[in-house]
C-alpha cells in the first residue's frame, strides 16, 4: 500500500486491458481537466453529456465549461434521478437523445452522475450505432471506487436489477474527489461500504489503514484520495485479470448477494441504499464464514464494528422497517437471493471469508445452510 499523496497531486490509475486500457484520474478539481485530457483522447470528436437533474444542477456547467474551454463541442441530456431512469423507457430517452445529437462512431458519450447514469450512458453507448466510446465522470463516491471502473453496463428489467447490459470499458474514467462535497453523509457513507469492502476481501493492511484514517476520508483530506485510488486500483487489478467474470471478479460481489436481497426487500427504496444493503451484506458475510470455521468469530465483529462506528447500518434490525413482511422473514430473503445472478442450478455462489482481507469464492453452498443462519439470525433479534 502506498502513502497517501500530498493534497493536489491527481492520481493516474491504470486499467491494463491491452488496446482497451484507459486512465483513472483522482483528485481535487481534476472535473477542470476533463476537456483537455478529452481533447487530446480523442481529437475532433463531438461529445454528448448524460446526466441526472441534481447532478446536473452543480456539475453540468462546470463540465460543459471545461469540454468548451478545449474546444470540444457537447450537447447535453438530462434523465431524472434514481433507479427508475435505469429502465428501457429511459435506455429509449437516451439513445434516442444521442441519435438526434448526431453522437456518431468517433464521437464520445460522457456520463456525468452517480450509478444509475454510468451503467444508462454507459450502456446506451455499447449499444449506439454498435458501440461507440464512453468517458465516465463519476460523482457519488460509490460510482468513483466501484461502477464507474470495470465496463459493466445495463439497465434494469422489471423482474431484476441490471438482467439486461453490456461489458463496455469507458476510454476515460476522471473522478473529482472535491464533486463528493455536495454529498449527503448518508450517501457518502454508502459509498464508503464499497471501500472498505476492497480492505476486507483483499487488502488486510488497507483495512486497518481505513480503522485509522476514515476520518480524514469524510472531511475530504488527502486520505480521501488515497482510499479512492487504492480502491480503483484494487479493481482495475482484478477486472485486468478476469474482465468477464468468469472467475476472481466475483470476488468484488462481496456482500452484494445479500445486499441485493435486501435491497429488493426494501423495494429498492430510499429506506436502504445500495450501499448500505452491501455494507449489512459484508457483516452477514463475515459472520456466516465465523459460523462455517473459515475465520474466527472476533474477525467478524472487527468486520462489523469498523461499518458500524462510520454509522452504517450492519444488522438487519439497522434497516428502516425492519419488522416489516419480506425482511425479518428467512424465506422470503432466500426466495429473493435465488432471484440473483449468483444463483446456479439451485446453489448459490457466495463470496465468504478466509481471514479479513482474504475473501473467497464459494460455489457451491448449500441454500438450507443459509436459511438456517438467517432463522437463527432473526430468532436473535437479527
Ligand atoms: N461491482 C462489481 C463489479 O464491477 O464487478
Request: charged share 20%.
Amino acid at each position: 500500500m502506498t502513502e497517501p499523496l500530498k493534497p493536489g497531486d491527481p492520481i493516474i490509475v491504470d486499467v491494463a486491458l491491452g488496446e482497451r486500457a484507459y486512465d483513472i484520474v483522482i483528485g481535487r478539481d481534476v472535473l477542470r481537466s476533463l476537456g483537455g485530457r478529452v481533447a487530446a483522447l480523442r481529437p475532433g470528436a463531438r461529445t454528448a453529456v448524460v446526466t441526472d437533474r441534481t447532478v446536473a444542477k452543480f456539475w453540468l456547467e462546470k463540465t460543459e465549461a471545461s469540454l468548451s474551454a478545449a474546444g470540444v463541442a457537447t450537447s447535453r441530456i438530462i434523465v431524472d434521478e434514481g433507479e427508475g431512469s435505469k429502465t428501457y423507457a429511459g435506455l429509449e430517452q437516451v439513445s434516442e437523445a444521442l441519435i438526434a445529437a448526431k453522437i456518431e462512431r468517433n464521437d464520445l458519450v460522457v456520463a456525468l452522475g452517480g450509478g444509475v447514469v454510468g451503467d444508462l450512458a454507459g450502456f446506451a453507448a455499447a449499444i449506439l450505432r454498435r458501440g461507440v466510446d464512453f468517458v465516465q465522470v463519476p460523482t457519488s463516491l460509490l460510482a468513483q471506487v466501484d461502477s464507474s471502473v470495470g465496463g459493466k453496463t445495463g439497465i434494469n428489467s422489471p423482474r431484476g436489477k441490471n438482467l439486461l447490459g453490456a461489458f463496455h470499458q469507458p476510454v476515460l474514467v476522471v473522478a473529482d474527489s472535491a464533486v463528493l462535497d455536495s454529498l449527503s453523509p448518508r450517501q457518502f457513507r454508502a459509498g464508503y461500504a464499497e471501500i472498505a469492502k476492497y480492505g476486507v476481501l483483499g487488502d488486510a493492511a488497507f483495512f486497518a489503514w481505513l480503522q485509522a484514517n476514515h476520518a480524514d476520508i469524510f472531511t475530504g483530506g488527502p486520505a480521501r484520495e488515497h482510499a479512492i485510488a487504492t480502491s480503483c486500483r484494487a479493481k482495475a487489478a482484478i477486472v485486468a485479470r478476469d474482465e468477464r467474470e468468469t472467475g476472481e471478479r466475483a470476488l468484488l460481489n462481496l456482500g452484494h448477494t445479500f445486499g441485493h436481497a435486501l435491497e429488493a426487500a426494501t423495494g429498492f427504496s430510499d429506506r436502504l441504499f445500495h450501499g448500505e444493503g452491501v455494507a449489512v451484506g459484508i457483516v452477514l458475510a463475515a459472520e456466516l464464514s465465523a459460523e462455517l470455521g473459515l475465520i474466527a468469530p472476533s474477525d467478524a465483529a472487527r468486520v462489523g464494528h469498523h461499518l458500524a462506528a462510520v454509522g452504517l447500518p450492519t444488522r438487519l434490525r439497522d434497516i428502516a422497517g425492519f419488522a416489516q413482511e419480506g425482511l425479518a422473514d428467512a424465506d422470503a430473503l432466500m426466495a429473493l437471493m435465488a432471484q440473483d445472478k449468483k444463483v446456479k442450478r439451485g446453489r448459490l455462489t457466495l463470496i465468504l471469508l478466509q481471514a479479513v482481507g482474504r475473501a473467497v469464492i464459494a460455489p457451491d453452498v448449500e441454500p438450507s445452510l443459509v436459511r438456517d443462519f438467517l432463522k437463527a439470525k432473526l430468532a436473535n433479534g437479527a
